[in-house]
């Protein structure tokens, strides 16, 4: 199926490694503009150096970016709609792992779990919205399925994804009169970086602790979200090919939640 995304210009926060860098692989493949950030420079160099790979360098741009910093943001956008002269679709994907007890929490980490999950996308959205409704683009928030489903020791993922989710229906009721739709996907267990530091700090392979997270959480169809299915899942938001769905959050997760 062609998604119609040759030429359009998409940008993705976080968007160097993992789930993220998967996603601008496939975009890149498929024809498509990328624009991508990190706040760690070696990650971005990295991204550009693959995505070059699969494309051109004039179809990339990767930038050192701390979203959570307001004026590195709106450098960002200005920088990358410079560039392009376009935005066709955003994803919000900017994260890190913060799931514990509640009484665990200062209030530090709940400010900075805010401020990157939650304050970040609502800057995004709001600085790339212009682009976004003169060629009536798409919006991701990647999220966590701990926001429909929070488990126990899951503050402030939890808290801070549930407050994305919301954002996501409201932006979607706000932005769809000029044309922009807003989705969501809750992300259960999947390949990323983040699994092979944890294998790294405990001194196992990354198999093995991924296949004991698999057992442990007992999800229905017995493994994790490859990249490439997250890649796929993203691709078809993103493009004109899912031009009636908005205000929708999906789970990515094998089954794994009891929420819809």
């Given at each position: 199926?062609?998604?119609?995304?040759?030429?359009?210009?998409?940008?993705?926060?976080?968007?160097?490694?993992?789930?993220?860098?998967?996603?601008a692989e496939l975009l890149v493949q498929q024809g498509a503009f990328?624009?991508?950030?990190?706040?760690?420079?070696?990650?971005?160099?990295?991204?550009?150096?693959?995505?070059?790979?699969?494309?051109?360098?004039?179809?990339?741009?990767?930038?050192?970016?701390?979203?959570?910093?307001?004026?590195?943001?709106?450098?960002?956008?200005?920088e990358v709609v410079e560039r392009f002269g376009r935005v066709d679709?955003?994803?919000?994907?900017?994260?890190?792992?913060?799931?514990?007890?509640?009484?665990?929490?200062?209030?530090?980490?709940?400010?900075?779990?805010?401020?990157?999950?939650?304050?970040?996308?609502?800057?995004?959205?709001?600085?790339?919205?212009?682009?976004?409704?003169?060629?009536?683009?798409?919006?991701?928030?990647?999220?966590?399925?701990?926001?429909?489903?929070?488990?126990?020791?899951?503050?402030?993922?939890?808290?801070?994804?549930?407050?994305?989710?919301?954002?996501?229906?409201?932006?979607?009721?706000?932005?769809?009169?000029?044309?922009?739709?807003?989705?969501?996907?809750?992300?259960?267990?999947?390949?990323?970086?983040?699994?092979?530091?944890?294998?790294?700090?405990?001194?196992?392979?990354?198999?093995?602790?991924?296949?004991?997270?698999?057992?442990?959480?007992?999800?229905?169809?017995?493994?994790?979200?490859?990249?490439?299915?997250?890649?796929?899942?993203?691709?078809?938001?993103?493009?004109?090919?899912?031009?009636?769905?908005?205000?929708?959050?999906?789970?990515?997760?094998?089954?794994?939640?009891?929420?819809?």
């Amino acid at each position: 199926m062609d998604l119609e995304l040759s030429g359009k210009v998409i940008v993705i926060t976080g968007g160097t490694e993992g789930l993220g860098l998967a996603l601008a692989e496939l975009l890149v493949q498929q024809g498509a503009f990328v624009a991508v950030c990190s706040r760690r420079p070696e990650a971005v160099e990295r991204a550009v150096a693959r995505l070059v790979s699969l494309s051109t360098p004039q179809a990339v741009l990767g930038l050192v970016v701390d979203v959570t910093e307001v004026e590195a943001l709106e450098a960002f956008a200005a920088e990358v709609v410079e560039r392009f002269g376009r935005v066709d679709g955003l994803v919000n994907n900017a994260g890190r792992s913060a799931a514990m007890l509640v009484d665990s929490a200062t209030d530090a980490m709940w400010s900075d779990d805010l401020d990157l999950k939650l304050f970040a996308a609502v800057r995004t959205t709001r600085l790339f919205g212009q682009a976004l409704s003169a060629t009536g683009g798409s919006i991701v928030n990647v999220l966590a399925i701990a926001g429909k489903h929070p488990g126990q020791a899951s503050v402030p993922t939890s808290v801070s994804r549930a407050a994305g989710l919301a954002f996501t229906k409201a932006a979607s009721k706000d932005l769809g009169p000029q044309g922009i739709r807003v989705n969501a996907i809750l992300v259960g267990l999947a390949e990323s970086e983040q699994w092979v530091r944890r294998a790294s700090s405990l001194g196992q392979d990354v198999a093995s602790l991924t296949a004991a997270l698999v057992k442990a959480s007992n999800i229905p169809l017995g493994r994790m979200g490859t990249a490439r299915e997250f890649a796929d899942l993203g691709a078809f938001l993103l493009s004109p090919r899912s031009s009636y769905l908005s205000g929708v959050g999906i789970n990515f997760d094998g089954g794994l939640s009891s929420a819809v």
